[in-house]
């Protein structure tokens, strides 16, 4: 059996009561309702974190070309960007009859599957041309 020990409580004790179940209490409502809110939200934030992920992943495979599939001299390379308007460059010099664009070009190319990348010796910079207005090329040592 269980005795009651009634003894008188002063006000200071009720004030220290009641404050420390108040703030336990708080406490408590404050971590239930953030606890009510991730689970809340749980699904958002996981749907949230896919989607991060799979953007980065996205953006960091943009910038990168493909592996060439032919790469080294180029000796001749004719293309036509209008019907009719043919442009060349060419490793060779003299000309070869009947041709047009420049001659004796040092110059180097890469050959993608949707474009050549050609480059000339001494320059840093590269001219691109699409693989479906290329009308001829030659690559060489």
């Known amino acids: 059996m269980v ?16 404050s420390s179940y108040l703030h336990i209490h708080k406490k408590k409502l404050f971590f239930d309702g953030l606890l009510g809110i991730v689970h809340a939200y749980e699904k958002h934030i996981t749907l949230l974190g896919i989607y991060c992920v799979s953007f980065v992943a996205f953006m960091t495979g943009c910038g990168q ?15 036509s960007e209008e019907p009719n308007a043919q ?15 420049e001659y004796g070009v040092d110059m180097h190319g890469r050959l993608y599957p949707d474009f050549i990348e050609i480059q000339r010796a001494g320059s840093s910079h590269s001219q691109i041309i699409p ?3 290329v009308l001829e090329l030659e690559f060489g040592e």
């Open 3 to 18: 005795e009651c020990i009634w003894a008188p409580i002063n006000s200071r004790d009720l004030t220290y009561l009641w």
């Open 65 to 79: 070309k493909p592996a060439p599939l032919k790469q080294g001299v180029v000796w001749k390379v004719v293309w």
């Open 87 to 101: 442009r060349g460059l060419f490793r060779v010099t003299p000309a070869p009859t009947n041709s047009f664009g």
């Open 131 to 133: 693989l479906r207005e």
